[in-house]
């Protein structure tokens, strides 16, 4: 199976990450793409192979036992903010760099997304624009999977290598799905997302927060100096936070308050937000600040109206990975032997390796060409995925 044909049937899996349960994947339909790694990897003859009840694969091939074991990581779920059900990539060959018509309602344009210009001449495979494409992070998997079969079935010497596939990224889950206890791989590397060129050893430190505002509904007829309408008190907390710290107004290493979700009426209304900072120290202050924010609002309302739970999320990978040199060593020395130009590039976000390096498997991030993920302008350039696939193979055999 070739890196596209792998590519463009992982993506028609619908595997969209839903609610996070205690014993099983969110959603039950990502376990089909899990059995159907399980097959692939089985016909490659693994020393070990295993699934657990969340769905993760594990498959181990032992190699040479002088080298330290890596693990290579992709996930198989996808965003749920746009659809993943029935997706039909659209495949343009030679990209021209002019305007890409995904359907009558969207186009995908180099004005819109510069990104776009890097891939003139290359292939680029998007959406039909009635969904995402799935390249987060099924061109991670896919990169993987051909690397991992190209140094097999040519019979190349290999050190011990773990393939991972995980569920649940997308809702944070993921890293407590796998089976610390049965890996052996002493670091590994995520394959998810991003530009090619791209090494990421740093990551933010995130928070959920969710807001939750009990109101006092009274008739609007009679309602002077008594209602107190929830889903406004949650408007007056979300504008008091500050404008400039919102995701769309933020780049590079600044932080930001992030409002996901919200439903609300007179009587209640919940607002779901994440917080993202590169620093524990600013972390603390914009926890702070939030709280602050509602306990002023509180006092002028006269009561609790508003309450917090802020969540632990995971922490900024950079922290454990600089105690590890040798491994970004490891990876400038493949890029230069390729002749590849590299990059480092803190995550605006996070990978399973945010949570990972803290569980005791340090997992720096390689780009995978993917952008635009989550939504329905998203689209790879698939000769940055044949690049990358070079760069695993050096990897596994380094």
Do not use: W
Not at 203 to 210: C, I, L, V
Request: aromatic share 8%; hydrophobic share 35%.
């Amino acid at each position: 199976m070739t890196l596209i044909e792998r590519f463009l049937n992982y993506v028609s899996y619908e595997t969209t990450a839903t609610e996070e349960k205690e014993d099983a994947a969110s959603n039950p339909l990502i376990y089909n793409l899990s059995k159907q790694m399980m097959r692939e990897l089985q016909a490659l003859n693994p020393n070990e192979l295993s699934i657990n009840q969340f769905g993760v694969v594990d498959a181990k091939f032992y190699g040479d036992p002088s080298k330290p074991a890596i693990a290579f990581l992709a996930h198989m779920d996808t965003s749920n903010q746009a659809s993943g059900k029935d997706v039909k990539p659209q495949i343009i060959k030679n990209y021209d760099g002019k305007d890409i018509k995904l359907n009558e309602e969207l186009t995908l344009s180099a004005k819109q997304f510069p990104t776009l210009l890097h891939s003139i001449g290359h292939c680029i495979i998007c959406t039909s624009g009635d969904t995402l494409l799935g390249g987060d992070d099924k061109a991670g998997m896919a990169i993987i999977m051909t690397a991992l079969s190209d140094i097999l079935e040519g019979k190349k010497n290999h050190r011990p290598l773990e393939i991972i596939f995980t569920t649940d990224e997308e809702i944070g889950a993921d890293a407590h799905h796998v089976s610390m206890e049965s890996v052996f791989a002493k670091y590994g590397y995520t394959v998810d997302g991003g530009d090619y060129r791209y090494i990421s050893t740093e990551s933010f430190t995130a928070y959920s927060m969710q807001v939750k505002v009990v109101g006092k509904s009274i008739h609007p007829g009679s309602a002077k100096d008594k209602l107190v309408n929830a889903a406004g008190v949650l408007m007056k907390f979300h504008n008091a936070l500050p404008e400039v710290l919102r995701p769309e107004e933020t780049s590079e290493h600044e932080p930001f308050y992030h409002l996901c979700n919200i439903q609300g009426s007179e009587d209640s209304a919940t607002g779901d937000y994440i917080i993202r900072s590169f620093d524990e120290d600013q972390m603390k202050e914009l926890i702070n600040l939030a709280k602050l924010t509602a306990r002023r609002i509180n006092d002028h309302t006269g009561y609790e109206a508003i309450t917090l739970e802020i969540k632990e999320q995971y922490h900024n990978m950079k922290v454990v990975l600089d105690k590890y040199p040798e491994i970004q060593k490891e990876m400038e020395d493949v890029y230069n032997k390729l002749g590849m130009e590299f990059h480092y590039e803190a995550i605006r976000g996070g990978t399973t390796g945010s949570q990972l390096s803290f569980m005791g498997l340090p997992c720096p991030n390689l780009g995978t060409g993917d952008y635009n993920m989550h939504g329905r302008y998203e689209y790879v350039d698939y000769d940055e995925m044949e690049a990358m696939v070079n760069v695993v193979k050096e990897l596994m055999i380094a």
